[in-house]
Structures are given as C-alpha cells and as structure tokens.
C-alpha cells in the first residue's frame, strides 16, 4: 500500500474522534490531512463497540456543553451528510436505588436545568407506571430527558469519512503507526507498516490505545483500556416502541431496544486494566441474573449475540483534549465511556485548535493534559 510521504496533519485512529477531527478541518479547507486507522475498517475499535448512546444528563457544565454542542449536530447529520444514522430520541431514564444518589442527581438535574436541559424528575411511582413490565420495588426515583437516545455509531463514522474523502482527506486503513519521530522537542513524522511519513502535527485519537501512542512520542497519557462487555436478545414483542434506554444506576446495568429485541449491558466495577476485548463468561452470566431480576421477560428469550470493547478511562472520567509537551503532538481521548457521543463536537473543537490556536465552539481548557499534574481534575458521577 502507497500512503502518502508526507501531510500538514496526521490523524492515529479512525474511529468517531479521528473521522469527525479529519472532516472539520477539511470542510474549513485544510485538506492536506492523512487520517490512518490500524484495523480493516473504520470505527472498529472503541467505537464500533459501544452502545451507541447520547445523552445530555450529565454532572458537569463542560460534559453538558459538549452534549449541547455534538446532539444537535447528530440531528443535522443525516441531511448534511447524505448519511443514515438511525437516530432514535428514545430518551435516557435513570434509576436511582441509594439515598446518595437520589441527592446527586436532584443537583445535577439543576445544574442541567440552569443550562437549559429540560430533564425531568421522576418519582417511583411515576416509573413504575412507565415500566410495568420491570421490578422496580426498590427505585427510590430517576431522571428522564426525551432528547436523549441512540445513534448508529457505524453510519457516524462513515458519514465523517467519507465526507472528509470527498473534500480531499487522504484516508487508509490496514496500516499501524509504530514508531514517532520527534527532534528537538518537535513532532517531525511517524513511522508505519506501510512507511514514513513526515508531518508536523499529528492528532491521537487512538482512544484506548492512546496511551501507547503518546508513550511512542515520550508522553504519558493517563488513559487506562477498560473492558466493557453487552449482548443482543432474540425478539421479545412485549416491548413497547417507546421503551426508553433504561439505566440501573447503581448497577451500571442498562437495557435500550435492538431490533425486535433488546441490548443489555453491565459493567463489571472489578475489570482489571487492558486490552483484552474478549468476552468473560462469568462476568456475562452475573450481568443476565441482575439483568433477568430487573427485566424477568429476559427469561423468554434467548442469546443473540455479545462482544466486548474497551472504553478509554481517565483518573477523573473527562476527557484530554489538546497539547503536549511535545510540539506538534495534541491529544483527543479519554472519553470514560461517553466518546462517541461527543465525537461530532470534539473533532471540530481540534479543528479549532490547529487552525484558531484554541478551542472555542466550547470552552474545554480546563481538559489540558496538565490537570492530572497539577491536580485540577473535574469529576464526572454520571459514568455508567
């Protein structure tokens, strides 16, 4: 394979992160940009994998922001992209079981309110009521935004690439970056299975791979590869159209509807660090008893089909964005789960960053690397 000897920008990874930052700067006519992706496909890492979520409910004004910036976008995707994407506003609904959590998330449902998210409040008898096919004795109360929803994360990635392609993006997958050139305190290239290429900006948006990247331009990025494992169920007709995407909070358990049936999910808060994206069968088998002792319908159905992915977790759950140490070396990742629904907004913002000298659609300086050194980290409690 011929990639390309040298370009202004280089982008490590193909996922939702590298396509949108390869498509905002080309639609703002920097198009000497070489976006390079490892797998066969794009979007078949993180991305690929996840559940395909968007949601505004948040617990902090710069998550929040973000959403209120990449949501609409995703609106207007399918038209300005020539691009389906299934977008479904099924809603978000959080059920809240600890007292704790009841009184986080009534500040953050104010929080989200004062910036103009119109989340609701329910109480348990409210939720009962939506959901009568679930046990919910224990609910104490939840929040539901009907803005929130899903979103086929495949047709987003396309959409940015193929629109990035047309406006003169060079794009390639199949080929690996193994090696980083720098001198002087400067990026000056990379090396990859299909050769060097010289450029002076590169853009990690490896997503649980970005830590090895920055590490081969002498750069610690503290983002830890998290496994995360779901499934699809046979049809299960007793399933309203208008079943939301259902969130035991304090579980991390989830169900949304796939097809005729449904996906289901639970992260396991013990998953050692790594890279591994096969599937834990133990893990699976405690995640279908909560799941069937929430939703006991799940007992009549069968095995779809499940896989594993990787989110990319930073020590405070919000991600990295912008410069290095390293001249030239700027950092998109670190997403703690919620990436792909800030993809759209995130790739403009690095646009913003390389062409403006900073990012301004949304205010996310407060998201340099430094924090972690300087100890100013942003907690996000809305991780699921």
Known sequence: MNIPSSADVLIIGGGVMGASTAYHLAVRGHKDVLLLEKEAFYGQGATGRCAGGIRYQFATQVNIRLSQESLPMLVRFEKEMNQAIDYRQCGYLFL????????VFHQNVALQRRLGVPTEWLDSDEIRKRLPMMVLEDVLGGTFNAKDGLVDPNGVVMGYVNASQRLGVRAFTDVEVTGIQVKAGKITGVETTSGAVSTPIIVNTAGPWAGLIGQMAGVEIPITPIRRQ???????????PDFPFVIDFAQSLYFHREGKGLLTGMSNPNQKPGLDQSIDQDWELKHMEAAANRLPLLEKTSLMSHWAG??????????????????GFIVCGGFSGHGFMHGPVAGKLISELILDGRAHTVDVSMLDLARFEEKRLIEEYNVV
């Open 96 to 103: 809240l079981t600890r007292p704790d959590d009841m009184t």
């Open 230 to 240: 779901m499934l699809t169920t046979t049809p299960l007709p007793e399933i309203p």
């Open 310 to 327: 990787l989110y990319e977790v930073t020590p405070d759950s919000h991600p990295i964005f912008g410069k290095t140490p390293v001249d």
